[in-house]
């Protein structure tokens, strides 16, 4: 089942003078899949996932995810898709330190509004015990140590039950040891729960055990 098609996806920068960072990229991403998009510096893989999480939408060509087009859609109903469909985890965390773990993790289900706060509140100590974390839901998020506040921040991408987690560098500050905890809640993610994960790394390591590698260099895809 296709979750996310990238068709014949362009983007121009324009400042100083017009650079073409995206050239003519297509692919398609399965429901369950583990991707990571990779490339050295300036190859374009960090632009590539801000035009597929629909952050950026000064683009050519199409973008599809769950079977709807989002080039006609307006600001607030992309989103709105990113908050429903779409979870995110970034190199660096973006917790609120003055809030505890638990509210840090219920607080896109507050936004998102379908639930009420009891349901969202039960969820997020579902998804802080499958990440380990429920003997830290209420202790405030910036107690937490590096590797803590990241699995906090995967606790958080996963309270709406996304279609697709997005990563941008999710690992890049993180040691050897956490890294691989991080890699390893993707992957149990991806079999045992059959969620879509894209995400870019600089690390070759844990690119290579992903089940695909989408590789960049000048804006063009070399290898997917």
């Known amino acids: 089942m296709k979750i996310l098609e990238s068709k014949s996806i362009s983007k121009y920068f324009t400042d100083p003078v017009e650079f073409q960072?995206?050239?003519?990229?297509?692919?398609?991403?399965?429901?369950?899949?583990?991707?990571?998009?990779?490339?050295k510096s300036g190859?374009?893989?960090?632009?590539?996932?801000y035009v597929l999480s629909t952050m950026d939408t000064d683009y050519k060509g199409k973008l599809v995810i769950d079977g709807q087009e989002t080039g006609n859609m307006?600001?607030?109903?992309?989103?709105?898709?990113?908050?429903?469909?779409?979870?995110?985890?970034?190199?660096?965390?973006?917790?609120?330190?003055?809030f505890t773990c638990l509210q840090n993790v219920m607080l896109p289900a507050l936004k998102l509004g379908k639930l009420s706060n009891k349901e969202i509140e039960?969820?997020?100590?579902?998804?802080?015990?499958?990440?380990?974390?429920?003997?830290?839901?209420?202790?405030?998020?910036?107690k937490l140590s590096g590797g803590q506040q990241q699995r906090l921040?995967?606790?958080r991408a996963l309270i709406n039950d996304p279609l697709i987690i997005m990563g941008d560098e999710p690992t890049g500050n993180l040691d050897s040891n956490n890294t691989r905890?991080?890699?390893?809640?993707?992957?149990?993610?991806?079999?045992?729960?059959?969620?879509?994960?894209?995400?870019?790394?600089?690390?070759?390591?844990?690119?290579?055990?992903?089940?695909?590698?989408?590789?960049?260099?000048?804006?063009?895809v070399i290898r997917s």
């Open 181 to 220: 905890i991080v890699f390893d809640i993707f992957q149990e993610l991806s079999k045992n729960y059959g969620q879509t994960i894209i995400a870019v790394t600089h690390d070759d390591d844990f690119a290579s055990k992903s089940d695909r590698i989408i590789e960049l260099k000048d804006g063009e």
């Open 74 to 98: 307006t600001k607030d109903e992309l989103a709105g898709l990113r908050n429903e469909k779409i979870g995110f985890v970034f190199q660096f965390h973006y917790l609120l330190s003055d």
């Open 153 to 155: 921040a995967i606790a």
């Open 122 to 142: 039960e969820r997020a100590y579902q998804k802080l015990a499958m990440l380990g974390l429920s003997d830290q839901a209420l202790k405030l998020s910036s």
């Open 21 to 39: 960072v995206l050239k003519d990229i297509s692919f398609d991403i399965e429901k369950g899949e583990f991707t990571t998009l990779v490339g």
């Open 43 to 49: 190859s374009g893989k960090s632009t590539l996932l």
